[in-house]
């Protein structure tokens, strides 16, 4: 791995964690109209703890580990969108980027929810899954790619065209 791709891998993990917040916010809105608040941070807990996380039991420490578990998943899941993007898209269009950057939430979407979920975590599948593929692209792709290219033409110009 280059310096340029450990660098926008470790500048993704950051543009992640502000995804996954703007992606959280949005989540726990939706959540809040259905009346079940903190479903969302439930259901990150409920990866570890089980389907007895999103039920009713220990409040506390269900929220705690919920969103410990999404930021961390969301600076994993923007680490490896900044290695791909700095591997590979040397470009750095914000249109082109935008589209990427929703196609890539479209994917994590797929493999988390139409994949993993069906697997191993099934009671995810509760939450309406065209809701939930509009998130992941618009409130987690899209952010994460327009950090990416604000960055790019902020702190390395010399690499846009």
């Known amino acids: 791995m ?6 926008a891998a470790r500048e993704g993990a950051f543009f992640g964690v502000v995804a996954g917040v ?5 989540e726990l809105a939706a959540a809040r109209l259905s009346d079940a608040p903190l479903l969302p941070v439930r259901m990150s807990a409920s990866l570890l703890l089980g389907p007895s996380a999103v039920g009713a039991g220990p409040f506390a420490p269900a929220v705690v580990l919920g969103v410990g578990i999404h930021l961390a998943l969301s600076a994993s899941f923007g680490a490896l969108y900044g290695y791909f993007v700095e591997r ?4 750095r269009s914000p249109f082109f980027q935008a589209g990427v950057g929703m196609l890539y939430g479209l994917v994590l979407w797929a493999l988390n929810f139409q994949l993993l979920a069906r ?12 809701v939930q593929a509009v998130l992941h692209a618009c409130a987690f792709g899209l952010p994460l790619a327009l950090m990416h290219v604000r960055l790019a033409r902020i702190l390395r110009p010399a690499l846009v065209v």
């Open 22 to 26: 703007i992606f959280a916010a949005f």
């Open 119 to 130: 697997a191993t975590h099934p009671w995810f599948l509760g939450a309406p899954q065209s």
């Open 88 to 91: 590979f898209d040397r470009e």
């Open 2 to 7: 280059s310096d340029d791709e450990r660098t």
